[in-house]
C-alpha cells in the first residue's frame, strides 16, 4: 500500500508567556498524538510549529516586563520548545515568525503571498476612523484595546464579555470590530481612545462566502470517505457565513510585523495583520526545513501544494474563525495552495483545584497548571493520559487535581502498570525471563488473542476519526481485560499443579503486553520505549522518542516462544495527593 502523505501543524502559541495545560490539551498533545501514530503506519508525515512573534501581544508583554520585543520573543520561543520537548512533543521543526534564521524566509513567503493576492485584487484601499490614544500618541490595532463584545452567543444572548480584545472575544469567538467595542479602552494608558482617520488594506472575505459555505458544508460527510469534521467547527463557521463575513483590515499601523509590500506613500510604517502572517508561518517553517533538509526552501511545495497532501490543523477554539474562514479564504484568493484536509479544534479546558470550584485557566490570576513546574516534578505521561482522557473535542471540560491523581494510581498505576510488571515478573522468576511456549490455547486464551485484534482496529479507527479520548480508552479497556484474563486464569496456582498451562497463561499476556507497547505508544511515549526495552524489542535509534519504538501492524504479531526478555521496571509511580499542587499554582 502506498504512502498517504500528512502535514499536520500545531497553533502558532504567542510568545509572550509560558504554556499551561489548557495550551497543550488545545492544540499540542492531540496533533503529537496523531502524527506518532501516522508515523507507526509508516506514513510519510511533518509536524510543523513554532511561535508567533508578531503583533501587538508581543510587544504589550514586552513592554510590562521591561525588555525589549526581540529579546523577550526569543525568550518565550526558547522555553515553550523546552516545554513541548519535556511532555515528548516533537515537531519536525519549531519555528518562529520573527526569530532568527526563520524571519527572513517568512517574511518573504508572507509578502509574496500578500502580494499575489493584492494583485488578483483582492484588497480595497480604504480610509477609515480607528482608534487612537491620544496619551500614547498611537493607534490601537487589535489587544491594545478592549471593551465590552457586542455580539451575540451562538444561542441568541448577548456576549457582552466586558474584557473582550479589539481582535476576538475570548468568550462568544467572534471576530472584534474595535470601533465597535462597548466602552472602548486603551490597553497602554487606561485612557478612554478617540476616532481617528487611518488607511489601510482590506480583504473582501464577503467573495469567498459561498466557496467557503460549499466546502464547509462538504466536510459534513466527505465524498472521499474522509472523516467527516468536527460539528463544533463546522457550526460555528457556517453560522459567521450567514451572518454576513465583513471585509477585514489586513494591515495595521505597528512597527513591529511584516513590513506591507506595497510602494505606496500610505503602506510605509505600516505591517500585515498578525492574522495574516502567522498562519503562513506554517509555510515558511516548512520551507525553512526544506532548505535545511532537502537543500532547496523551494520544496515546501511538495507539501503545501500538492493535491495529494492532507494538510491537518489542530487548533483551540478560540482560533476556529481564523483557520476554518479566514486562512482558507487566503488560500482561495492566492490560488496555489491547498485547502485544509481536516481543522481539529478542541474547545478550552478549565481547572478544579482541591476544595474550590471549577473556574476558567487564567494566566494573570495565577489559575494554571504550568508545563515548566509540572515537569520538575512527574514524568509527562501520566500528564498525556490524563489531558487525552479529558480531552475537550466536542465540549469544554476541566481538569480536576483529585481526578489527575486518581487517573495516575488507579489506571496507569494498578491496571495498566500492575499488568506489565506482574507478567513481566512471573516471566522472569519462572519462565528463565523468555516467552514461554503457548501450549495448548483454550477459549479463554483465545479470547484474549481476539480482545488484541478488536482493540487494535477499534483504535486505529478512533484515531482515523481523530477521537482520542475514545482511542485513549479503547486501549486502556485492553489493559482491564488483561488484567481480567491474569487474575482469572491464577498463573500463582497454575504453576503449582500444571507449568504448561501457566506457560499458556504468561504466553498470552505477553501478547498483550506487546499489544499494549504498541497501542500505547501515540499516547503515552516514553512508558512505550520502557515497555519496548522489557521486551526486549529492536528501537529506534538511541530511544528517540519521535520516532514509534514498534511499527502500529505489530500490535497484532505474536512474540515467538523463546524470545529472551529484558529487565522489568515499574512503569507508572504512584503520586501522593499530599505532594503536589498544594497551593494551586
Not at 487535581?401 to 491496571?415: K, R, W
Request: aromatic share 12%; with cysteine.
Amino acid at each position: 500500500m502506498a504512502k498517504r502523505q500528512f502535514l499536520v501543524t500545531s497553533a502558532l502559541p504567542y510568545s509572550n508567556g509560558r504554556l499551561h495545560v489548557g495550551h497543550i490539551t488545545g492544540a499540542y498533545l492531540p496533533a503529537d498524538t496523531y502524527v506518532r501514530y501516522l508515523r507507526a503506519r509508516g506514513e510519510d508525515v511533518r509536524f510543523i510549529c513554532g511561535s508567533d512573534d508578531n503583533g501587538v501581544a508581543s510587544l504589550i508583554s514586552a513592554r510590562k516586563e521591561g525588555r525589549s520585543v526581540e529579546e523577550l520573543t526569543a525568550h518565550y520561543n526558547a522555553r515553550q520548545a523546552a516545554d513541548f520537548k519535556g511532555l515528548g512533543i516533537e515537531f519536525d521543526v519549531y519555528g518562529g515568525t520573527h526569530q532568527p534564521g526563520f524571519v527572513e524566509l517568512h517574511n518573504q513567503i508572507s509578502q509574496g503571498f500578500f502580494k499575489q493576492t493584492f494583485d488578483k485584487g483582492y484588497f480595497v484601499k480604504k480610509t477609515t476612523e480607528q482608534l487612537y490614544d491620544e496619551q500614547a500618541g498611537q493607534f490601537l490595532p487589535d489587544r491594545y484595546v478592549k471593551g465590552t463584545c457586542y455580539h451575540r452567543k451562538a444561542d441568541g444572548t448577548p456576549c457582552e464579555y466586558p474584557e473582550a480584545y479589539g481582535d476576538q472575544c475570548e468568550q462568544c469567538g467572534n471576530s472584534i470590530d474595535p470601533m465597535l467595542l462597548k466602552d472602548p479602552v486603551s490597553t497602554i494608558t487606561g485612557t478612554r481612545p478617540v476616532p481617528r482617520k487611518t488607511t489601510h488594506w482590506y480583504m473582501q472575505l464577503p467573495k469567498f462566502e459561498k466557496p467557503l459555505r460549499e466546502w464547509l458544508e462538504s466536510k459534513r460527510e466527505p465524498k472521499d470517505g474522509s472523516p467527516p469534521w468536527r460539528d463544533t467547527v463546522l457550526n460555528f463557521a457556517l453560522g459567521q457565513i450567514k451572518q454576513g463575513l465583513p471585509e477585514r483590515a489586513m494591515t495595521r499601523d505597528l512597527h513591529w510585523g511584516v513590513p506591507v509590500p506595497l510602494d505606496d506613500p500610505d503602506a510605509q510604517g505600516k505591517v500585515l495583520y498578525v492574522w495574516f502572517d502567522a498562519p503562513i508561518g506554517y509555510v515558511s517553517f516548512t520551507a525553512k526545513w526544506c532548505e535545511e533538509h532537502e537543500g532547496d526552501w523551494r520544496a515546501y511545495e511538495r507539501w503545501w501544494k500538492n493535491p495529494d497532501c492532507k494538510i491537518v490543523h489542530f487548533i483551540g477554539e478560540d482560533n476556529t474563525v481564523f483557520h476554518a474562514l479566514t486562512w482558507p479564504a487566503m488560500l482561495m484568493a492566492e490560488g496555489s495552495y491547498q485547502l485544509p484536509w481536516q481543522v481539529v479544534a478542541n474547545s478550552f479546558l478549565n481547572i478544579k483545584f482541591p476544595g474550590q470550584e471549577e473556574q476558567k485557566i487564567s494566566k494573570s490570576r495565577g489559575t494554571a497548571i504550568w508545563i515548566e513546574e509540572y515537569l520538575k516534578m512527574f514524568e509527562p505521561d501520566p500528564l498525556r493520559y490524563y489531558l487525552t482522557s479529558i480531552a475537550p473535542e466536542r465540549q469544554r471540560t476541566a481538569f480536576d487535581v483529585d481526578a489527575f491523581i486518581e487517573a495516575n494510581n488507579a489506571i496507569l498505576s494498578n491496571t495498566l502498570g500492575n499488568f506489565v510488571n506482574r507478567t513481566l515478573t512471573f516471566a522472569q522468576k519462572y519462565f528463565d525471563n523468555r516467552v514461554p511456549e503457548a501450549g495448548t490455547r483454550g477459549p479463554g486464551e483465545q479470547q484474549q488473542l481476539a480482545n488484541i485484534r478488536e482493540a487494535a482496529a477499534r483504535t486505529t479507527e478512533l484515531l482515523e476519526a481523530f477521537r482520542f479520548k475514545d482511542a485513549m480508552e479503547a486501549v486502556i479497556n485492553l489493559a482491564r481485560q488483561a488484567n481480567g484474563y491474569f487474575s482469572e486464569k491464577a498463573p500463582w496456582a497454575q504453576r503449582k499443579t500444571d507449568m504448561a498451562a501457566c506457560g499458556t497463561t504468561i504466553n498470552v499476556c505477553i501478547q498483550m503486553v506487546k499489544a499494549l507497547t504498541v497501542l500505547i505508544a501515540p499516547f503515552m511515549p516514553s512508558s512505550a520505549l520502557r515497555c519496548a526495552r522489557m521486551l526486549n524489542l529492536p528501537v529506534s535509534p538511541s530511544g528517540q522518542l519521535a520516532l514509534p519504538p514498534i511499527a502500529w501492524d505489530e500490535a497484532t504479531v505474536e512474540l515467538p516462544a523463546g524470545h529472551a526478555l529484558g529487565e522489568p521496571v515499574i512503569l507508572f509511580q504512584k503520586l501522593d495527593p499530599g505532594q503536589i499542587f498544594a497551593d494551586g499554582k
